[in-house]
């Protein structure tokens, strides 16, 4: 297999540059110019017809058949002008990915184009082989697609897409966006209650995101001559290259040539589909990049973060390139996040995460702001739950990624604000002089300082207008951590304003009785609250003193989703019932087992038909050269050393890996998912993964490079 990584090797130092072209000379002269969005419908609906539909995205009520006819007709003239052939309901189920099954516009029978407003509501993909988690059996195949109107249709090479839920026949929610639409709708009406204390003419509120999406890049060529990336998405193996972030020279760095143009032709595709990209940099490990968007409402924010995803992957291959979004493709290096930055907005422009020094404005601030510490400190499991996944596993608490205590930074400025209304009940937020930097630098302006500083330690952080929840993994779906945080905050939010309307009906003046709560929930809320180092033995003993939960793995952490509790929660706000929460689980459990099964067949074939086959065959080549020295009466000893060393590493990987199967089989009898996914944690992955995997990386320090067969970390990581 060696000639494969040195063929992948000469490909890349032949790679031709890939011209790289301006759909226009202005971004704004594109963008969304393949978005079927607000401004294309009011220029092609009848005036009424556009009233009915922003009226009913705006407050959630359902589209009528002739409005929808009338849509449907529009998007199709819209998006055949644009040379589209075929349509799809594009969603997301729990796959992890999305989903889409094209039909054509042209219908054979009479000869024309046609596209009704019922195929726009709804479409039957079969649902057979999609996780159901037991609601459906594999022979009942009919499931529904239904159309998401506050998502904008967009054109995709040839086909329009039209963002859509997926329910099984029976009703239960199949996809990520079901529960994620529930919950929004769920703070939706929760926190506008609570606006409502301050000021009547509030009337909904929007929750934001903004996810900056870390990725790797690699070669191609060096991608495919690693079949653990290809079939894992990881590399199993791999000794840490001399060289790696340690200099910290990368990130913020210079922008490679050949990513640089890979970007360049992704964000102007992202900007054609109305995806606000933003920011772009180098990120902490070598091969490593994030692009960060502006903020968008959640549902749209996520979806638009999908298709990004997708784009980026169909550009990549474009330029002899591949993207990992795996949460640690390298071991040793910086994993990959998606930290979702969020916040509240209401419908007249105020961000309730913005503090503010008038008085009124003030007290709203902090009572989101309390009552969200206070959501992640009743619900910090769940949260938990929220981002646990295999991939994330080997992220959470490792290089540059928060842990997995659920814990909130909220910065010195604002510990010294909730201290202080703890103490005394009333509070002022300066923004005088003190918010300033002074330099000392004469041709320096002062530095404006945020209200907090950052903590990258931190899984859930307050960052001066929002709250970032670094945790996620690169690789998930933010429907799923965003559907539990606006659950939690909407459930306390409704605590809150029944604790303050109760006070409030004894006889306290409401602004008292609203600090009487905030005070209370400061107070209760403390143990969540950590300011320091998140990477630190010390906070994981302190944490544990808190009586903090340490969930490690994915199998346990997701057990949250199913107390009496969190079940409570769900069916409460109407966003998955007990049925469907079982049945997620039974999915997440499902496809955990799957992934480590994956990733143990993939280091037996590697360790046993390519690694072990290539130490023996250089250790008989030291053999005949230990044999050569001793006849010639010279000291062989260094060369027999090196012969015993390499003949441990073959009987660790050899015993291990075979004591791996053995395990894998008797594992696989057991019929219970619950205890099937612990065993494949504990008997598996925690106990061979990493103990094959530093015979085989010693190996690769003993073995000639040109022996070698796998591509080395330090041939991937560096593109030229």
């Not at 910086?334 to 969020?342: A, L």
């Amino acid at each position: 297999m060696a000639y494969l990584r040195f063929e992948a090797l000469k490909k890349l130092n032949e790679r031709p540059s890939v011209p790289v072209s301006s759909p226009g000379p202005k971004v704004s002269d594109f963008f969304g110019e393949n978005v079927f969005n607000t401004e294309q419908m009011r220029a092609s609906l009848a005036p009424a017809v556009f009233k009915n539909v922003t009226a009913a995205i705006k407050n959630h009520d359902k589209i009528d058949a002739t409005t929808a006819d009338a849509v449907a007709s529009a998007a199709k003239l819209w998006a055949m002008s644009k040379g589209a052939t075929h349509f799809t309901h594009w969603f997301q189920p729990m796959t992890g990915g999305t989903a889409e099954k094209h039909d054509s516009f042209f219908d054979a029978q009479s000869g024309i184009e046609k596209f009704k407003g019922s195929e726009l509501v709804q479409q039957e993909p079969d649902a057979s082989s999609f996780p159901s988690g037991g609601i459906r059996s594999t022979f009942e195949a009919r499931g529904y697609t239904a159309w998401d109107p506050t998502s904008p249709m967009f054109l995709y090479g040839k086909t329009l897409c039209i963002p859509t839920v997926f329910v099984s026949y029976t009703g239960e929610s199949l996809d990520t966006k079901s529960p994620l639409l529930k919950a929004l709708k769920a703070v939706d009406v929760a926190a506008t209650k609570v606006c409502q204390l301050f000021d009547k003419d509030i009337q909904h509120v929007v929750a934001s995101l903004g996810p900056e999406q870390e990725y790797f890049v690699v070669d191609e060529a060096l991608y495919m001559a690693r079949p653990d990336l290809v079939m894992a998405s990881r590399t199993v193996f791999g000794h840490a290259p001399a060289r790696g972030q340690q200099m910290e020279d990368h990130y913020f760095g210079s922008i490679p040539a050949r990513v640089y143009d890979f970007m360049k032709e992704f964000e102007f595709e992202s900007w054609r589909l109305g995806i606000p990209v933003r920011t772009r940099h180098n990120e902490v490990a070598p091969c490593q990049f994030e692009v960060a968007p502006l903020f968008e409402e959640v549902n749209v924010a996520n979806d638009h973060n999908q298709l990004m995803m997708d784009v980026m992957g169909r550009v990549a291959e474009k330029h002899n390139l591949k993207v990992l979004f795996h949460e640690k493709p390298f071991a040793g290096l910086n994993g990959s996040g998606k930290h979702n930055n969020w916040s509240l907005i209401t419908d007249n422009g105020i961000n309730l995460y913005a503090p503010s020094s008038s008085a009124r404005d003030n007290l709203l601030f902090l009572t989101f702001f309390v009552t969200t510490i206070k959501a992640v400190h009743e619900y910090c499991d769940l949260l938990r739950a929220s981002i646990a996944t295999a991939a994330n596993d080997f992220r959470l608490g490792a290089n540059e990624a928060p842990p997995a205590i659920m814990s909130v930074f909220i910065g010195t400025q604002m510990s010294a604000v909730l201290d202080e209304l703890e103490k005394k009940g009333n509070v002022k937020i300066e923004k005088g002089d003190n918010m300033y930097m002074k330099l000392g630098i004469d041709q320096i302006p002062e530095i404006i300082l945020d209200a907090t500083d950052r903590n990258r330690t931190s899984p859930f952080a307050f960052t001066g207008n929002k709250f970032e929840f670094r945790a996620v993994g690169a690789s998930d779906n933010c429907a799923i951590p965003m559907t539990v945080l606006n659950l939690i905050v909407a459930a306390q939010l409704d605590h809150f304003n029944e604790a303050v309307t109760k006070e409030i009906d004894k006889g306290t003046e409401k602004r008292l009785a609203i600090v009487n709560v905030l005070r209370k929930y400061i107070k209760e809320s403390k143990s969540v609250r950590f300011e320091g180092d998140g990477y630190s033995e010390d906070w994981v003993k302190e944490a544990a003193k808190r009586g903090m939960n340490n969930i490690k793995n994915m199998p346990r952490a997701i057990e949250a989703y199913l107390t009496k509790e969190s079940v409570a929660l769900f069916e409460k706000h109407g966003v998955l019932s007990h049925k469907e929460l079982e049945a997620r689980n039974e999915i997440r459990l499902e496809a955990y087992i799957k992934k480590v099964q994956i990733e143990a067949r993939v280091i037996g074939d590697l360790a046993m038909n390519h690694i072990i086959p290539t130490a023996i065959a250089y250790q008989n080549k030291l053999i005949q050269n230990a044999n050569g020295l001793k006849g010639l009466g010279v000291d062989n000893k260094a060369v027999v050393q090196t012969i015993k060393e390499i003949s441990g590493h073959i009987d660790t990987i050899k015993n291990g890996t075979r004591q791996m199967v053995e395990e894998r089989k008797r594992i696989n009898k057991i019929t219970d998912t619950h205890k099937r996914a612990f065993a494949y944690c504990d008997d598996v992955k925690e106990k061979y993964f990493d103990t094959i995997r530093d015979a085989v990386d010693k190996l690769e320090l003993l073995v000639d490079d040109e022996d070698w067969p796998l591509v080395k970390y330090r041939e991937m990581l560096f593109l030229r």
